[in-house]
Nanobody, 115 residues
Framework: QVQLVESGGGLVQAGGSLRLSCAIS????????MGWYRQAPGKQRESVAT???????KYADSVKGRFTISRDNAKNTLYLQMNSLKPEDTAAYYC???WGWGDYWGQGTQVTVSP
């Protein structure tokens, strides 16, 4: 079993920055796939950024150049640095880990960007 706890969400004005953290309950050294997803009200959950094989990153077109995903193996933590935030980035953000046969999700952290 793997537990994920997100933090760092909040209310920010457009153009501002936030850094989301996802604390993971086990060593992430051997976890090859981790990612951040988001879900806005009335919309489907979508992939924001993923990191696989430790170094390969992929971003949604809407966040490229503004968001950066990273991992700290020593702290068992996944991060999402979000810069130049826009109102359309408003959503609940979820951390996801695929390990073994499992697909694990955190409880989510709310990000609200005001105009």
């Amino acid at each position: 079993q793997v537990q994920l706890v997100e933090s760092g969400g909040g209310l920010v004005q457009a153009g501002g920055s936030l850094r989301l953290s996802c604390a993971i309950s086990r060593s992430i050294f051997t976890i090859s796939y981790m990612g951040w997803y988001r879900q806005a009200p009335g919309k489907q959950r979508e992939s924001v950024a993923t990191i696989s094989s430790g170094i390969s990153t992929k971003y949604a077109d809407s966040v490229k150049g503004r968001f950066t995903i990273s991992r700290d193996n020593a702290k068992n933590t996944l991060y999402l640095q979000m810069n130049s935030l826009k109102p359309e980035d408003t959503a609940a953000y979820y951390c996801n880990v695929k390990w073994g046969w499992g697909d694990y999700w955190g409880q989510g952290t709310q990000v609200t960007v005001s105009p």
